[in-house]
């Protein structure tokens, strides 16, 4: 007995210790999937889609049925789910727009804490060195797209099948192994694009949802999850994880008029699937009803890896919902500036469990709960429940920065009228995109017709016929578009460059003029104006022109060739002559310099070396 009890005590004397080493951090798997509406997946009680790898994670961890988006467009939302901050606050509320450095990334905050960091994206849309400037801050490894890529395939060129995102961060969790306690826990962050239209899932998905093709992507998509949740489990790694499945918008599917997203707040394109599994499942099979934001999610990942909070995070932690489901429902402050793209009123919403309030130019007003699919507007200035929502609106409204919030009232068209109009603009991208030029071009000639005032569908025809090499028909779409919008700088050069084809020097001066007077940046612009001013035999302003473009770029060949021929032009050949010299003998086939060189050294009466350089530009020419 003596000798048992020893063994005993020796056993327990070997496990307490490591009882009472801490836990191993866990890792953290963000899985944002694009342009998913709650309402269909399985576990939220979708009966035509098969999505086992969401139903079963839902299972082993907390499902919140009211998860709201802050926006409804993919780098917008992103931001917002990987700041922790509102769209008006972290101020990426348009493409290509750079997330400010004072914005910390839950990767930068996890950095911090230990985490080894990478990032698996599946559209350009997210890439950090074109349309997400920032994004990538405090990862380890960012999967961006090729710079260059010759395929003119969707795939590989704008966005990533799920299945490859999936194997590229598979990828990566084999090379960066957690094997013991000690090792350096791992933040992962895997976006999968395949909902977004156009919907083109593959085999079998695409062939057994072909009535449903929506439908088809998410099965596709929700395969590619269950992959990578595999190969967690096949590594270990599954039990001591915080994983987290969130939409970072709907789809409108047709309700409200609206096919896709980006343009309205209502529920179609806010409301999210949301679904955390803690470490061990601790809250196995919770579902929370309370509305939730995707705001709130960093904090609950600092939460629960004791790592430090910034100060100005606008939301706050799910962890107090995770024990108990009675807490209190939040309120979402929704924004979209996607309508200004259009020149459309921006729109800013506040929703509360059973209630919502549009801001636009006509406002909105709904009650959830009776009307879920807020068909029926019960807007009154009078309603003293829109009076409280309008005092809550302004609540949130201090918050932002100054000009952030838009007047109700606003002087621009209300997006509900120009629905149509953005479905067939969308349509068109689409098309263009996937080299269906015609097809594009039929949808913005109906645009143009359905609204005359479209700035935007003339531009994107101007563009489509300036790309084909109709430069008249360019020309005329682009100078109506300027005419609805004057300060289309884009759009303004544009037409300088169809008018310049076109033989219309004088109207191309006049449209390059203005497109500089918006954007004085503009190298291109300014080098083709100079081109114009000497096709008007204005040898003056042509110089002006390529100086200004050599004072940022001197060694630019096309204005140095420019203001050569300018110099020329104006007789001031010696002037022309040493950086024609010198030009030709860094460019040595470069045959227009030696055209230019002959007529310095005809001008200076150097026969000879007229000739020579005469004869060199033909040799090269005869190449």
């Known amino acids: ?203 079998p998905w695409g062939e057994k949802y072909a009535k449903h093709p ?99 995070l606008n939301g706050e932690s799910l962890a107090p919902y995770f024990d108990s489901a009675s807490q209190q429902p939040r309120s979402l402050f929704g924004e979209t500036d996607y309508p200004l793209r259009w020149g459309w009123a921006p729109l800013r919403a506040l929703r509360q469990q059973n209630t919502k309030l549009i801001e636009a130019p006509r406002p909105e007003y709904y009650d959830l709960k009776g009307d879920p699919g807020e068909l029926k507007n019960l807007y009154s200035a009078q309603n003293a429940d829109v009076g409280a929502l309008q005092a809550e609106m302004a609540k949130w409204k201090a918050k932002l920065p100054a000009g952030a919030a838009p007047q109700p009232n606003a002087s621009l068209a209300d997006p509900k009228d120009k629905v149509e109009v953005q479905n067939l603009l969308v349509r068109s991208m689409l098309a263009h995109d996937d080299g269906r030029d015609s097809e594009a071009r039929g949808y913005l000639e109906k645009a143009v017709q359905v609204d005359p005032t479209s700035a935007t569908a003339f531009r994107q025809l101007g563009e489509i016929e300036l790309a084909a090499k109709e430069y008249p028909k360019a020309a005329e779409h682009l ?61 003056r302003n042509a110089s002006d022109q390529f100086e200004a473009a050599l004072l940022v770029d001197s060694e630019n060949t096309e204005g140095r060739l420019g203001l050569a021929e300018a110099q020329i032009m104006k007789s001031e050949f010696s002037a022309a002559l040493p950086d024609l010299e010198s030009l030709t003998k860094s460019e040595t086939n470069n045959a227009a310099a030696f055209r230019l060189l002959g007529r310095a050294y005809r001008g200076l009466h150097r026969e000879a070396d007229a000739t020579k350089a005469d004869a060199k530009a033909a040799a090269i020419e005869k190449r």
């Open 1 to 203: 007995m003596r000798q048992l009890a020893t063994l005993v005590l020796l056993a327990l004397a070997a496990i307490l210790p490591l009882r009472a080493q801490p836990s191993a951090p866990p890792d953290v798997f963000l899985f944002t999937l694009d342009t998913l509406r709650a309402d269909h997946i399985g576990c939220y009680g979708y009966k035509d889609v098969e999505t086992p790898a969401l139903d079963a994670l839902a299972a082993d961890g907390i499902r919140f049925t009211h998860a709201y988006t802050h926006s409804p467009i993919t780098n917008t939302s992103h931001t917002t789910i990987l700041t922790g901050l509102l769209p008006s606050i972290h101020g990426v509320t348009d493409f290509g727009v750079p997330l400010a450095p004072n914005h910390a990334t839950w990767a930068e905050l996890l950095k911090k804490k230990g985490y080894q960091t990478a990032a698996f994206i599946g559209a350009i849309i997210l890439d950090s060195n074109s349309l997400s400037p920032g994004l990538d801050r405090g990862f380890d490894f960012y999967d961006n797209f090729p710079a260059k890529t010759e395929t003119k395939e969707r795939w590989g060129r704008v966005e990533r099948r799920a299945m490859d995102v999936a194997q590229h961060a598979e990828s990566w969790l084999e090379k960066h192994p957690r094997t013991q306690p000690s090792d350096a826990p791992r933040f992962l962050w895997v976006h999968m694009y395949d909902p977004h239209d156009p919907y083109e899932a593959p085999s």
């Open 214 to 312: 929506y439908d088809g992507e998410i099965a596709y998509t929700d395969s590619a999850v269950g992959h990578i949740i595999a190969t967690l489990k096949k590594a270990g790694a599954y039990d001591n994880a915080i994983i987290i499945v969130v939409g970072d918008h709907g789809e409108g599917l047709g309700e409200h008029g609206e096919e896709t997203h980006g343009l309205f707040l209502y529920d179609s394109t806010l409301h999210v699937p949301l679904i955390i599994k803690t470490p061990a499942a601790a809250h196995h099979g919770t579902v929370v009803d309370s509305l939730v934001r995707t705001t709130d999610i960093l904090p609950t990942v600092l939460s629960l890896t004791n790592t430090a909070a910034p100060a100005e």
């Open 479 to 539: 100078q109506k578009a300027i005419q609805l919008r004057p300060e289309d700088a884009t759009a303004a050069y544009e037409a300088g460059q169809s008018l310049e084809q076109s033989g219309n020097y004088a109207a191309a001066r006049d449209a390059l003029e203005a497109s500089l007077k918006q954007q004085p940046s503009q190298m291109p612009a300014r080098l083709l104006l100079g081109r114009v001013y000497l096709q008007l035999k204005d040898a």
